[in-house]
């Protein structure tokens, strides 16, 4: 009585790659996603370790073909210090060591494109209202793209709702980490960047150069055009007199970012999301599981969020296909656990950053210890689920060692 073994909810790259592993596999998927495409959002630096997922999942010549902005690695700047990680010096034996910087508009839609031509069933301005779930028995009611209101039976839902967060909502799952209440400001500019030692090949990662909690980002994009944004503490006062602009011009002026972009066009309004760190209290139940930024969502600092979105729904993907071979699964232990390792290991690497200790190792690396720098230069690139790299297995007992010897040094 089912349409469909899997219905997902969103169809941002957490529900377009789990749908895309899915369908492959044989089982019927249907995918429910609000708005139409291609839409804005936030999101677009990838990590090397996206690809392998999206190669797995078959995306990859679409990616390779679009001409997105090659990237292979990080720029940090904080006043006079800087560092340069190429992404291909990792501890991996294998898998990739570069990746792109994307349009997210247009990066999705090349997914959903994709994915459609591929037999999957996107129904784009089908709004997702309510969720009956029950083991092997779900039933979804949406709007449809004509304003009615409809249903769907599936024997399982996937919410790839990103910041919807359909299901926590319903569910009183979701929980907002009040503890890092910071604002994000960020558009999009025609860059005109003439500075001829200006990396495009790097995202660069800026500092604040007295207020170490505030960074900045600027990812190139293939045609010219860059995205430019800025992490600052919301709490502060001084910032609640002054128009988002102002805040944003001030900020940028206060950096090398005010000359390298001296000659930048706005090719977007100013953008702010504030309360965007968010987590829940658990990652499945009966008859759905989270993926990506519903599931949670810890800190854009190190670009994780595609890669931790990519890399759910791939483990997701896993466990369906096994329980639709027969298979006995066990979402605690082949999902939540496996996936929580990595997002640990971000976490850690998040915290460190805000405690500045991170700032420190990536700052004052020893340059003689090349093994340890590729074990960071992984966990940078996305390798945050391969134990075999210790700062993956004891992240944080390895982040303390590295930070007392960077900081002597
Ligand atoms: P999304 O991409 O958000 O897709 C979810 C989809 O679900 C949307 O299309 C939405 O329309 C749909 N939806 C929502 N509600 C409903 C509903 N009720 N019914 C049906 N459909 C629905 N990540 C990176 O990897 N690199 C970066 O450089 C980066 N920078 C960031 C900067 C900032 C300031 C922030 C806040 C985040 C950043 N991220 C970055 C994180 C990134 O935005 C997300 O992690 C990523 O988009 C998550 O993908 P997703 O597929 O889970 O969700």
Same mark, same amino acid.
């Given at each position: 009585?089912?349409?469909?073994?899997?219905?997902?909810?969103?169809?941002?790259?957490?529900?377009?790659?789990?749908?895309?592993?899915?369908?492959?596999?044989?089982?019927?998927?249907?995918?429910?996603?609000?708005?139409?495409?291609?839409?804005?959002?936030?999101?677009?630096?990838?990590?090397?370790?996206?690809?392998?997922?999206?190669?797995?999942?078959?995306?990859?010549?679409?990616?390779?073909?679009?001409?997105?902005?090659?990237?292979?690695?990080?720029?940090?700047?904080?006043?006079?210090?800087?560092?340069?990680?190429?992404?291909?010096?990792?501890?991996?034996?294998?898998?990739?060591?570069?990746?792109?910087? *994307?349009? /997210?508009?247009?990066?999705?839609?090349?997914?959903?494109?994709?994915?459609?031509?591929?037999?999957?069933?996107? /129904?784009?301005?089908?709004? *997702?209202?309510?969720?009956?779930?029950?083991?092997?028995?779900?039933?979804?009611?949406?709007?449809?793209?004509?304003?009615? *209101?409809?249903?769907?039976?599936?024997?399982?839902?996937?919410?790839?709702?990103?910041?919807?967060?359909?299901?926590? =909502?319903?569910?009183?799952?979701?929980?907002?980490?009040?503890?890092?209440?910071? =604002?994000?400001?960020?558009?999009?500019?025609?860059?005109?960047?003439?500075?001829?030692?200006?990396?495009?090949?790097?995202?660069?990662?800026?500092?604040?150069?007295?207020?170490?909690?505030?960074?900045?980002?600027?990812?190139?994009?293939?045609?010219?055009?860059?995205?430019?944004?800025?992490?600052?503490?919301?709490?502060?006062?001084?910032?609640?007199?002054?128009?988002?602009?102002?805040?944003?011009?001030?900020?940028?002026?206060?950096? =090398?970012?005010?000359?390298?972009?001296?000659?930048?066009?706005?090719?977007?309004?100013?953008?702010?999301?504030?309360?965007?760190?968010?987590?829940?209290?658990?990652?499945?139940?009966?008859?759905?599981?989270?993926?990506?930024?519903?599931?949670?969502?810890?800190?854009?600092?190190?670009?994780?969020?595609?890669?931790?979105?990519?890399?759910?729904?791939?483990?997701?993907?896993?466990?369906?296909?096994?329980?639709?071979?027969?298979?006995?699964?066990?979402?605690?232990?082949?999902?939540?656990?496996?996936?929580?390792?990595? *997002?640990?290991?971000? =976490?850690?690497?998040?915290?460190?950053?805000?405690?500045?200790?991170?700032?420190?190792?990536?700052?004052?690396?020893?340059?003689?210890?090349?093994?340890?720098?590729?074990?960071?230069?992984?966990?940078?690139?996305?390798?945050?689920?391969?134990?075999?790299?210790?700062?993956?297995?004891?992240?944080?007992?390895?982040?303390?060692?590295?930070?007392?010897?960077?900081?002597?040094?």
């Amino acid at each position: 009585m089912h349409d469909c073994d899997v219905a997902i909810i969103g169809a941002g790259p957490a529900g377009a790659v789990a749908a895309k592993f899915l369908h492959d596999a044989g089982l019927s998927v249907i995918v429910l996603e609000a708005q139409t495409f291609p839409r804005f959002v936030i999101g677009e630096s990838l990590l090397p370790n996206c690809m392998n997922i999206l190669e797995r999942a078959g995306f990859l010549d679409a990616v390779e073909e679009a001409g997105f902005q090659f990237k292979n690695g990080a720029v940090f700047e904080r006043g006079p210090q800087y560092q340069a990680i190429d992404f291909r010096e990792n501890f991996e034996t294998d898998g990739w060591g570069t990746t792109f910087q *994307v349009q /997210r508009a247009r990066f999705d839609k090349i997914l959903t494109d994709h994915a459609t031509n591929a037999g999957i069933d996107i /129904r784009f301005g089908h709004k *997702v209202t309510r969720a009956e779930l029950a083991k092997g028995e779900c039933q979804l009611t949406f709007e449809n793209d004509q304003g009615a *209101v409809e249903h769907l039976r599936s024997g399982f839902v996937l919410d790839a709702s990103g910041y919807g967060r359909v299901l926590p =909502r319903m569910l009183g799952i979701a929980r907002s980490d009040h503890s890092t209440e910071r =604002r994000a400001l960020f558009t999009h500019i025609q860059d005109n960047i003439t500075d001829q030692d200006y990396d495009r090949n790097k995202i660069l990662i800026t500092v604040h150069p007295t207020h170490h909690e505030i960074w900045y980002w600027l990812i190139p994009f293939s045609d010219g055009t860059s995205s430019v944004g800025v992490i600052f503490p919301d709490q502060d006062p001084k910032w609640s007199a002054m128009e988002q602009q102002d805040i944003f011009d001030t900020l940028i002026n206060e950096t =090398r970012l005010g000359t390298l972009l001296a000659d930048a066009k706005p090719t977007r309004p100013l953008n702010a999301i504030a309360g965007y760190s968010a987590q829940s209290d658990q990652l499945f139940g009966d008859g759905y599981a989270l993926l990506g930024n519903s599931a949670g969502f810890l800190d854009p600092v190190f670009s994780s969020g595609v890669t931790i979105a990519l890399q759910s729904a791939e483990m997701a993907a896993k466990v369906l296909i096994e329980h639709h071979q027969g298979k006995d699964v066990d979402w605690q232990k082949d999902y939540a656990d496996p996936l929580e390792k990595g *997002v640990a290991t971000f =976490r850690s690497y998040v915290d460190a950053w805000y405690d500045e200790r991170l700032q420190t190792i990536i700052f004052n690396q020893p340059t003689d210890d090349t093994q340890i720098k590729r074990m960071v230069v992984s966990i940078l690139a996305g390798y945050a689920w391969n134990i075999d790299n210790p700062l993956v297995s004891k992240t944080d007992h390895y982040l303390k060692m590295l930070h007392d010897l960077c900081d002597q040094s």
